[in-house]
Structures are given as structure tokens and as C-alpha cells.
């Protein structure tokens, strides 16, 4: 079993550059498909990139392909979000996930959750 604590949300302008980061315990990263979603206010938790546990080419959501890149540090166990030219509705609190399957899609797809870190990003 995984825990996942996120970490580096706040407030931003449009065109900001944050990093959110998403330390574990309990089990090494090494053998989870990782992902990070997202959920603005009365909307469902969205897919935004993941990691595949077999370390292939990280896949990310159209709408944030280009701006976003994710990555992990085997040595900090820990899972990135790099977020750069950030855009209003990119306001949403931030999840990191972990799942033993191969591909992600959905939420239902994965097992572990952290708590989630809100980024607000205004105009």
C-alpha cells in the first residue's frame, strides 16, 4: 500500500509557471502507473498525465499538453507536476494517484489518492 501526500498548490497569475509535488511512503513509486487529476468546482475529476509503471513516454490530457510535464524521482519517491503558462481554468484542486495497471484513464483506474492541492489561477 502507497500513500501520497501532494504538495505546491496556491495562488498563481495566468502564464505562471508552479510545480506541485507528490511525496510517497510506504512503497516504492517503482511498479505504480502514476497519475495526476484534477476537479474545479462542480465539475468531475479529469485526467490530466500519467507515468506508466513500465517507465514509458508520460501521456497527457489535450488540454494541457505542452504546458505540463510529469516526472518522477525514483531517489525522493516522489512524483512532479511541472505546470508552466498556467490558464484560468486550469483552476482545480490537484490529485496524484497510483495504480497497478499499465494504462490510465479515469479515476476508476487507480487505487491510491492523496488528499489533493489546490492551485488557483487568476487573471
Do not use: H
Request: aromatic share 10%.
Amino acid at each position: 500500500q502507497v500513500q501520497l501526500i501532494e504538495s505546491g498548490g496556491g495562488l498563481v497569475q495566468t502564464g505562471d509557471s508552479l510545480t506541485l509535488s507528490c511525496a510517497a511512503s510506504g512503497s516504492s513509486l517503482i511498479g505504480y502507473t502514476m497519475a495526476w487529476f484534477r476537479q474545479a468546482p462542480g465539475k468531475e475529476r479529469e485526467f490530466v498525465a500519467a507515468v506508466s509503471r513500465f517507465g514509458k513516454t508520460p501521456n497527457y490530457a489535450d488540454s494541457v499538453k505542452g504546458r505540463f510535464t510529469t516526472s518522477i524521482e525514483n531517489a525522493k519517491n516522489t512524483l512532479y507536476l511541472q505546470m508552466r503558462t498556467v490558464k484560468t481554468e486550469d483552476t482545480a484542486v490537484y490529485y496524484c494517484a497510483a495504480s497497478l495497471l499499465d494504462i490510465v484513464l479515469t479515476a476508476r483506474d487507480m487505487t491510491y489518492w492523496g488528499k489533493g492541492t489546490l492551485v488557483t489561477v487568476s487573471s
